[in-house]
């Protein structure tokens, strides 16, 4: 009796533990949003919440009129759209041919491949830049890429190769076996498998380029990308305009996952149980 009570006090208290320690790491992960999105509606041109000089919403107007702002989203979008456009093909054609890889030579591949994760951004940024200029390549968007998807790629890489892990060879062996080529099999097989973690690798490789700044820096040229722009702003006073834009783009985020979540929901309904 004695042991049940002890084993049911141990349960409560774990269970306990892990409410406050889940607390305490949702206050942590979102105190910092929390006030940013505040510091927006603070009439003060410090990006604070204090002293609170009032409520206003010229902030919004103010991001409205800053052009040079939109234009370093525009840059950073079109560049975060480049890098997945390079990133995903190329990390997944990395995964399968680590796949097919054994012995000695798969571990120096994987750690070839996986070097650039371990390189300084800085570094990557100015290789690129003296790489390409001896091609007549100056900076700008191209080589924001570039030099975006040497590392990125890896990133996508090391996801789509933890989902070959658990892919049954034996489905291909199966498809080959009932006449259908190697190109047939991997379109109507192992890519239907592998596209949920492309999609994700996607949104990694977006959201890794969006605030990438070391590397961007460097090789940036005349384009301003958002991360540099702000950065830039640092130097001569950064207004609550920023919180602003930090505001909507968390807003378009959690939009954005509400949506999924929806849809998901609903995609799970449609599916009729398994009798």
Avoid: C
């Amino acid at each position: 009796m004695s042991t049940t009570t002890s084993a049911s006090g141990g349960d409560r208290l774990g269970r306990a533990m892990m409410r406050l320690y889940l607390g305490l790491f949702l206050f942590y992960l979102f105190l910092p949003l929390v006030v940013m999105g505040a510091a927006t509606f603070n009439d003060s041109r410090l990006p604070t919440v204090t002293p609170w000089t009032g409520t206003t919403l010229k902030w919004f107007e103010a991001l409205y009129h800053d052009s040079q702002m939109w234009d370093g989203l525009v840059t950073s979008l079109l560049a975060g759209a480049g890098v997945v456009v390079v990133a995903v093909p190329v990390g997944t054609a990395a995964a399968l041919l680590l796949d097919g890889l054994r012995g000695r030579s798969r571990s120096f591949a994987f750690a070839l491949m996986v070097s650039p994760l371990l390189t300084p951004g800085v570094i990557i940024g100015i290789s690129t830049l003296v790489f390409w200029r001896q091609l007549a390549v100056g900076g700008g968007l191209f080589l924001i890429i570039v030099a975006q998807s040497t590392y990125i790629a890896a990133y996508v890489m090391l996801m789509v190769q933890a989902r070959l892990q658990r892919f049954d060879r034996g489905l291909e062996d199966a498809a080959r076996d009932l006449g259908a080529s190697p190109w047939m099999s991997f379109r109507r097989i192992t890519l239907p498998f592998l596209a949920p973690t492309m999609v994700a690798g996607a949104f990694i490789a977006f959201l890794q380029s969006f605030e990438n700044y070391n590397t961007t820096l460097f090789v940036r040229g005349f384009d301003t990308p958002l991360t540099v722009y702000i950065a830039s702003k640092v130097r001569t006073g950064v207004t609550p305009a920023v919180n602003a834009l930090g505001l909507i783009l968390i807003a378009l985020t959690i939009i954005g996952a509400v949506v999924y979540e929806l849809l998901r929901r609903r995609a799970a309904r449609r599916i009729p149980p398994v009798s």
